[in-house]
């Protein structure tokens, strides 16, 4: 137990070199912040399947049509 006191009290005092340079090494940390919510689909790709979507019920009510009048 008295090891632990007395690594606890050890000291070490500063030395600065009176001539020459002085060097610090300054580390960067990552900064974390809040993940960003994205949509998982783009607004350009919902107009695109919105558009093919359209297309596919007109391709639909005319091939309808076209069975009812019996034209191929």
């Known amino acids: ?5 007395d690594k606890s009290s ?8 009176q001539q ?5 090494e300054h580390t960067f940390d990552y900064i974390l912040c809040k993940p960003k919510l ?5 607004v ?3 107009k695109l399947e919105k558009m093919q979507k359209e ?5 639909k ?7 009812v009048t019996g034209v191929h």
Not at 20 to 24: A, E, F, I, T
Not at 55 to 59: M, V, Y
């Open 38 to 42: 994205m949509p998982l689909k783009s």
């Open 1 to 5: 137990m008295s090891e632990a006191k």
């Open 55 to 59: 297309a596919d019920e007109k391709l």
């Open 10 to 17: 050890f000291h070490i005092d500063v030395v600065l070199p």
């Open 61 to 67: 009510e005319m091939q309808e049509q076209d069975q």
């Open 20 to 24: 020459g340079l002085l060097y610090s």
């Open 44 to 46: 350009t790709l919902e």
